[in-house]
C-alpha cells in the first residue's frame, strides 16, 4: 500500500485551537483548502485563501446551515476509492474532485448540555450532523483520506506537510480509529441526553492522554492523566511554572478547586493534604483568609496544595513562600505575585483554563468495573432547613454552620469539621466512626474549641459524637438528621444547651 499526497482539505471546526497554524502549512504547501461559515470567516480574516463548500458544491447552505456539507461533490470526494477505476470514473463523470484531508471537530453539544438550564431547542441545535458524516466518511476510506478530530495531532500534521512526508498508513489508521471513537462518544452523550436517562445503559469514554506520568501513588504503579477534550485545567498552557505534576499533585489540585469554587463571596483560602482540607477560610481580605487557613493545621499544611478563588495578590504570595507547598491553583495572578513565587523552583503554579468548569460525571474504579455518579452539585435550600433544637442558632452560628458545611462536603467520610468566624478550627476525616472523627478535630484543632460550631457530612447514629462535642464547648451542630436514634441526637444536644439544624442532605464523600 502506498501513501498519497494531499492536494485538497476540508477545515470545518467548532474548537479553533491550533486552526491557523495548520491552515499556514496547508496554504504554504500548496492544498486547496475549503471551508465553511465561521472556520472560513477565522481563515479569510488571516490572509488564508480558502474555497467556500458552496463554491465548490455550487449548491448553497440553507436551512440555518443544517445543510451545507451534505453533497455528493463532498461525500464523494472523500468516499471515492483512488484504486479503483470505476469509482474514478464515476467521480469524472459528476465533476467530483478528489478530497484527500478532512479536518473537522463537532457543535459543543457536551458542553451546552452541562449547561444548568439549557434550553431543550438550544440543545438539539447544537447535535452536529454534516461533521460526523464527514468524519466517518473519512475514517472509512482512510486509506485515501486522512482525517485529523483532535487539535492534539495537529502538530504531526504539520511536521510532515513542511518535511514534504506522505502520511502513513499507520499514522491514517490510528487517526481513523480516533475518529470513530469520537463520533461513538458523541452519539452516547446525544443517546442519553435525548432517552432522559440519569445514566446511559452503556458508557463509552473518550479521554485523550495529556502526560505520561513518572509513576502513580507509588513508585512501583505506572500511571498516566487523561483528560476529555478541551477540559486541560491541569497541564500545557495552564501550569504557569514548576516541575511536572505527579498523581498525587493532580488529585490534590483537583480537590482544591473542587472546594474553593464553592465560595463566591469574599476571598477564599483552602490547604489541602492527601484530599482533605485541612484549612480552610474566607475573609474579607486574601492574605488574612490564607493566614488563618493556614493556621488551622501548620504541621499538615506542609508540602500541601493551596487553592484561591480570586487572583492571588503578591503579599498573599510573599506569605506562601515562608512555608514548602506543592503547588498553588488561583483563578489568576498579579504579576509580582507570579514573580515571588516563580522564585521558589520546587512549587508548581496552576491557572485552569475554566475555574469555574463543571464535572460531568464522577467516575471510579472498583475490581470488574467502574461505579458513575452525578457530581455531589446540589446546593442546600437555606429554607429547607430546620431547627429540631429548643434554642434558635444566633445568626453568627449560622452564617459558621454552612460554612462549615460546605467544608465538611469536601472532607472524606466520616467528616466532622469545627469552625468559628468562617474559619475552620478543627476537621477529623476519613474514619470508621463518627465519635472518632470527632475526637480528632478536637485533638487537631490549634485553639480551644469552645464556641465553634460543628458540621458533620451525614447523620449522627448515636448520641456520643454529640456528647464528645458538648463536651468541649460547641455551641451548635449542623448535619442531616434521618437516623432512628434522631430523638437521642436532639435530646443531647438540648443537654448541652446547643443549637441544632437538619439539613435533609447528605454528603458522603468516601
Known amino acids: ?199 446511559p445503559d452503556s458508557l463509552k469514554l473518550e479521554y485523550k492522554k495529556i502526560q505520561e506520568l513518572r509513576y502513580g501513588e507509588n513508585p512501583h504503579q505506572s500511571a498516566g ?52 482540607p485541612c484549612g480552610a477560610a474566607v475573609d474579607g481580605d486574601q492574605l488574612a483568609a490564607y493566614k488563618k487557613a493556614y493556621a488551622c493545621d501548620p504541621v499538615s499544611a506542609f508540602g500541601s496544595i493551596l487553592g484561591f478563588n480570586t487572583t492571588l495578590t503578591a503579599a498573599t504570595a510573599e506569605e506562601i513562600g515562608k512555608t514548602f507547598v506543592e503547588a498553588v491553583v488561583a483563578p489568576d495572578y498579579e504579576p509580582k505575585a507570579l514573580e515571588i513565587l516563580k522564585s521558589k523552583k520546587n512549587i508548581r503554579i496552576i491557572k485552569p483554563k475554566n475555574f469555574q468548569t463543571p464535572y460531568a460525571s464522577y467516575i ?29 442558632p444566633t445568626p453568627k452560628e449560622m452564617e459558621d454552620m454552612l460554612f462549615a458545611w460546605t467544608v465538611a462536603k469536601h472532607v472524606k467520610s466520616n467528616a466532622i469539621v469545627f469552625v468559628r468566624d468562617g474559619v475552620t478550627v478543627g476537621v477529623g476525616a476519613g474514619q470508621m466512626s463518627r465519635v472518632d472523627s470527632t475526637k480528632i478535630a478536637v485533638s487537631k484543632a490549634q485553639s480551644p474549641v469552645k464556641g465553634c460550631v460543628m458540621s458533620s457530612d451525614a447523620f449522627f447514629p448515636f448520641r456520643d459524637g454529640i456528647d464528645a462535642a458538648g463536651k468541649e464547648g460547641i455551641t451548635a451542630v449542623i448535619s442531616p438528621g434521618g437516623s432512628m436514634r434522631d430523638e437521642e441526637v436532639i435530646a443531647a444536644g438540648n443537654e448541652h444547651g446547643m443549637a441544632m439544624v437538619f439539613t435533609g442532605m447528605r454528603h458522603f464523600y468516601h
Open 1 to 199: 500500500m502506498t501513501t498519497k499526497k494531499i492536494e485538497r482539505a476540508i477545515l470545518s471546526v467548532s474548537d479553533k485551537t491550533g486552526l491557523l497554524d495548520l491552515a499556514r502549512a496547508l496554504r504554504d504547501a500548496g492544498v486547496e483548502i475549503l471551508s465553511t461559515g465561521g472556520t472560513a470567516k477565522s481563515l479569510t480574516d488571516n490572509g488564508i485563501p480558502v474555497v467556500k463548500i458552496s463554491d465548490h458544491t455550487g449548491s448553497p447552505e440553507i436551512m440555518d446551515g443544517r445543510v451545507k456539507t451534505l453533497h455528493p461533490k463532498i461525500h464523494g470526494g472523500i468516499l471515492g476509492r483512488r484504486s479503483l477505476p470505476a469509482h474514478m470514473e464515476a467521480m469524472k463523470q459528476n465533476g467530483i474532485k478528489p478530497i484527500d484531508m478532512v479536518v473537522v471537530n463537532l457543535y459543543p453539544f457536551e458542553q451546552i448540555i452541562a449547561k444548568a438550564g439549557v434550553p431543550d431547542e438550544e440543545a438539539i441545535e447544537n447535535i452536529d450532523i454534516g461533521g460526523p458524516s464527514m468524519i466517518r466518511s473519512s475514517a472509512k476510506n482512510h486509506e485515501d483520506v486522512v482525517i485529523v478530530v483532535d487539535p492534539a495531532d495537529y502538530p504531526m500534521i504539520i511536521d510532515a506537510i513542511r518535511a514534504g512526508r506522505e502520511i502513513t498508513i499507520e499514522e491514517r489508521r490510528r487517526l481513523a480509529a480516533k475518529a470513530f471513537a469520537r463520533t461513538s462518544a458523541y452519539d452516547n452523550a446525544i443517546t442519553t441526553y435525548l432517552s432522559g436517562a440519569k445514566q
Open 364 to 392: 471510579r474504579s472498583v475490581i470488574g468495573g467502574l461505579l458513575v455518579q452525578g457530581v455531589d452539585s446540589q446546593l442546600l435550600d437555606e429554607k429547607s432547613l430546620r431547627v429540631v433544637s429548643k434554642r434558635q
Open 225 to 276: 492523566f487523561y483528560a476529555a477534550a478541551e477540559d486541560g485545567i491541569y497541564t500545557g498552557d495552564n501550569q504557569l511554572w514548576g516541575k511536572e505534576l505527579s498523581y498525587n499533585n493532580i488529585l490534590d489540585i483537583s480537590a482544591a478547586l473542587g472546594l474553593t469554587r464553592e465560595f463566591k463571596k469574599g476571598h477564599s483560602a483552602v490547604v489541602i493534604k492527601h484530599t482533605n
